[in-house]
């Protein structure tokens, strides 16, 4: 650990020294095992030992699967903090993509309001900018987007969801500093089955999942459709927090949402190792956004639209033969919104924005006979463009801008005492090319065009001790470009600054994990310690009375640890997440120096336990989030709050019903200041699963 604790001391040339240094070490040692004679011949099967006793053991067949999924993840990053959380482990009757991630030590969600509601996401108390965002290795995070918004994510499509925290793997795309996020939708083994639920504020949800196999092909296909009045009670403080005496309980005005989501996937394997599959992927939602609490709007609307398509084709590496990769992806995006009236105080708005992202991918690994060495390499494109509406009314369309990346990356790792001791090594190198084109007050244009190369190493350890202890260490170094909000405004609100510079942010962590089985018993426990610097931040400041403009001003420092654990016991098992958190302002000619970052609490646990008799099936989980702050100055704070839910379900061969309650104890608060959440509610479902193989609750197979 004190090894990545002095690491941050280096200043940057010798960092990227070392790095290098290991990169071109590790190289030569992958020429020299690929030299005939290099690498010692396989020994005779005849006096060879057979793994096969050893290695092969009956389980149940849903215990591979998580498995699967947690290697697949692992392999991707070897030594980096990863958590792999699959939906429906909980029983609940509904679950949003946010109820998902807080499962996860280290994540935070920042939720604007209830189930709909503009929520984003913060891994060890990074920005949400910093926060790279996949769905299915395809980036959402984008130059028109650098916060995704996480309830604008297809939640009942999603089979699982992959968190890196501290670093990603690079073949993904643009490292992030804060870590990055991976939605896996429901893959090709999935069941079919129907299911629809309702509940509280007039909330709603449906799904249908069919997949069919024969032969070498594979289908999928799945729809469903969300939606809620969201007209939940909250207190309303009519903008006088310190004077309790005019308070008052209203509901939330235009706070509906509906949305819907399809998804069809077609993969072809005509062999084991080689595979091609496609698919396509659409979301659309219409929502009112109502304001703060204490001045609602009732009429502003938002609709959002994206569909998405992506091709891959994958050759697994072989004994002699390296492995391959070929991606493409094509994504569009329409943003409509409409504020006539000019009830949130930006003008009177009607604005039609289109975004389109395309690009491709190609990796090369080395070949499975490399046993000391495996490297990594590839080389992707991606071209972004944006089509924003006049921002208020009466004005001319702005020309369109665009955002191209040319992006290479390689990464090396050694692997030493059989895997006992894992040493990685990586880089990627992303040029970015701007073209920027806006309209300023009185229909004249400008013109911007820019480039910037973004580089992000990164260096871990990975050593495995006996009785399955295993110590882990990482560093990176990540770098997060402005998105086109940021660089050339909106002519509305928001001043351009086209000479914005991109924030960077360099972090380590170092910790211990556990793994262990005894019979019916399974336990795992992991922890780990973490620091980041950022410097650069971008941050809104005010430009004029009714403007705001994005500056480079900020810098902070975050510390903190995040354990967490798990045991189970035949049909029982509990599950935690702990994290504990320390982010303040670091910049001396700042007022907020030493200031705690807002959305930031000291610490948040998170417990969950499930158990299961026969066709019964209950689960519980608590939330408790430590105290907050709401803006920089830390003048408005929001006390520790426990939020407690559970679910009871009941089988009846291939029917089950869920009830599900939420925050069962009726806190009331806010993660966003004047932005209220929702207090207790309830919930119902009905499923009918079609395949009787997967009858049983998918938390059996975790």
């Keep these: 650990m004190r090894l990545f604790a002095e690491a941050g001391r280096f200043d940057s040339s010798a960092k990227d020294a070392v790095i290098d240094l290991l990169i071109s070490t590790c190289l030569s040692a992958a020429l020299a095992a690929s030299t005939p004679g290099a690498t010692p011949p396989p020994a005779d099967s005849a006096r060879a030992p057979q793994p096969a006793p050893r290695t092969v053991r009956t389980l149940p067949p849903v215990e591979g699967r998580r498995e699967r999924a947690l290697l697949d993840a692992r392999r991707r990053a070897p030594t980096a903090s990863v958590t792999d959380v699959r939906a429906g482990e909980s029983s609940r009757a509904i679950e949003s993509v946010s109820e998902l991630l807080q499962a996860s030590a280290g994540a935070r969600v920042v939720q604007y309001g209830g189930l709909g509601a503009f929520s984003t996401l913060s891994l060890r108390g990074a920005p949400a900018g910093q926060v790279a965002v996949y769905l299915d290795g395809v980036p959402l995070t984008s130059a028109a987007h650098g916060v995704v918004n996480l309830s604008d994510l297809p939640a009942s499509a999603i089979d699982r969801v992959e968190v890196y925290r501290g670093f990603a793997p690079l073949g993904f795309g643009a490292a992030a500093p804060g870590g990055a996020v991976n939605l896996v939708t ?119 639209t994206r569909t998405l398509g992506a091709l891959e084709a994958a050759l697994a590496p072989e004994a002699r033969l390296p492995g391959a990769t070929l991606r493409a992806h094509a994504q569009r995006e329409r943003t409509r919104f409409t504020d006539t009236e000019g009830e949130l105080g930006l003008g009177r ?84 090319s ?60 928001v001043q351009a600054n086209p000479k914005l510079r991109s924030e960077r942010g360099e972090s380590w962590d170092a910790g211990a994990e556990w793994r262990g089985r005894r019979g019916a018993w399974v336990a795992a426990a992991e922890y780990a310690h973490f620091e980041s610097r950022t410097h650069d931040l971008i941050a809104w400041v005010s430009a004029s009375q009714r403007t705001v403009r994005a500056t480079n001003i900020a810098r902070a420092r975050t510390s903190g640890d995040e354990a967490s654990a798990r045991l189970a016991w035949r049909a029982l098992s509990l599950s935690a997440a702990f994290t504990w958190l320390d982010a303040r302002q670091d910049d001396r000619t700042s007022i907020y120096f030493g200031r705690r970052l807002p959305q930031r609490p000291e610490y948040q646990r998170y417990a969950r336990a499930d158990v299961r008799r026969g066709g019964w099936s209950a689960s519980a989980d ?81």
């Design 186 to 304: 429901a893959d090709d083994g999935s069941p079919r089955a129907l299911r629809v639920a309702a509940g509280s504020f007039g909330t709603y949800e449906a799904r249908g999942t069919a997949g069919a196999k024969r032969g070498a092909w594979s289908a999928l296909a799945h729809a469903g459709a969300q939606g809620s009045e969201g007209d939940f009670e909250f207190r309303d403080d009519n903008g006088t927090p310190l004077n309790p005496d005019d308070d008052e309980t209203v509901p939330r005005l235009n706070n509906r949402f509906d949305a819907a989501n399809t998804l069809a996937r077609v993969a072809w394997s005509p062999r084991e190792g080689v595979r091609l599959s496609a698919r396509g992927e659409g979301f659309r939602k219409a929502q009112g956004i109502p304001g703060l609490g204490a001045v609602q709007a009732p009429h502003p609307r938002l609709a959002f």
């Design 349 to 432: 708005q009607d604005t039609d924005a289109r975004f389109a992202d395309r690009g491709a991918g190609f990796d090369l690994a080395t070949p499975t006979a490399w046993r000391r060495v495996s490297a990594v390499a590839g080389a992707a494109w991606r071209h972004e463009t944006a089509e924003p509406a006049a921002p208020t009314l009466g004005q001319p369309l702005p020309p369109q801008t665009r955002r191209e990346t040319r992006a290479a990356h390689a990464g090396v790792q050694l692997h030493f005492a059989d895997d006992v001791v894992l040493l990685h090594a990586a880089r990627r190198w992303d040029h970015q």
């Design 434 to 493: 701007d073209r920027l084109r806006a309209t300023v007050v009185g229909g004249v244009p400008y013109a911007l065009d820019a480039t910037r190369v973004l580089n992000a190493p990164q260096v871990g350890a990975r050593v495995r001790l006996p009785w399955r202890f295993a110590l882990r260490g990482n560093w990176t170094r990540a770098g997060r470009a402005p998105e086109f909000l940021e660089l050339f405004g909106d002519q509305a609100v």
């Design 622 to 702: 608590v939330l408790v989030l430590g105290e907050d702050f709401l803006d920089p100055i830390n003048f408005r704070s929001v006390p520790e709050r426990t939020l407690v839910g559970a679910s009871l379900s009941r089988a009846w061969g291939r029917l089950r019903l869920t009830l599900e309650g939420k925050n069962l104890s009726d806190a009331r608060a806010q993660d966003v200041g004047g932005y209220p959440l929702p207090g207790r509610s309830a919930f119902a479902s009905c499923e009918w699963r079609f395949d009787p193989r997967h009858d049983t609750p998918r938390s059996h197979r975790s």
